[in-house]
């Protein structure tokens, strides 16, 4: 992902956000994300240049972005521990089901297998259904841990997922 990448992934994301989590988080907390504020935040953390966080993006044919993965250490609280934590992956709403989060899925696996990680974790929306399927299919499964966050006074549960990876 480079700079110029920004206001794509950004639209991805938020686009994304208000796709997959209809109905599971506030409406309105969906409809006040900002396009520009993400791009923005996009632009701040790859102007940090922490190579440890990758930022992968997929193209269709003619150079349309069409999604995004990030991944890198995983974080237990604010502590970064040995293993690997894929962060997000997002697809525009218009090529879900076609191959793309596999894609980015695939070849974060593999960098992640590359840099010697024993495991790959993740956190999903309890709720997210559809995303729980992707992952499972994918050999992840839940491994217990689950969080809680507020957003905007409703609680929405988490649960990690881990895959180990070949050595």
């Known amino acids: 992902m480079a700079l110029a990448d920004c206001d794509r992934v950004a639209q991805i994301r938020v686009g994304g956000w208000r796709s997959a989590y209809q109905g599971l988080i506030p409406q309105s907390y969906l409809d006040g994300l900002s396009v520009e504020e993400d791009a923005e935040r996009r ?3 790859l ?3 922490d190579v440890s966080v990758v930022n992968l993006v997929a193209e269709v044919t003619g150079g349309e972005l069409v999604g995004w ?5 995983h974080r237990q609280g604010e502590v970064r521990t040995g293993e690997a934590e894929l962060y997000a992956i997002y697809v525009h709403p218009d090529h879900v089901g076609q191959g793309v989060g596999q894609a980015l899925l695939t070849e974060s ?3 992640c ?3 010697g990680h024993g495991r790959l974790l993740l956190w999903v929306l309890k709720e997210n259904d ?3 399927r992707f992952y499972e299919r994918a050999g992840f499964r839940a491994d217990g841990a689950e969080e809680l966050f507020d957003v905007e006074g409703v609680t929405v549960p988490e649960m990690r997922y881990a895959r180990a990876l070949p050595r």
């Open 69 to 73: 993965a990030c991944h890198g250490p």
């Open 109 to 111: 696996v593999a960098r």
């Open 43 to 45: 632009r701040t953390h």
């Open 47 to 49: 102007s940090q240049g």
């Open 130 to 132: 559809r995303a729980r």
């Open 113 to 115: 297998t590359a840099a």
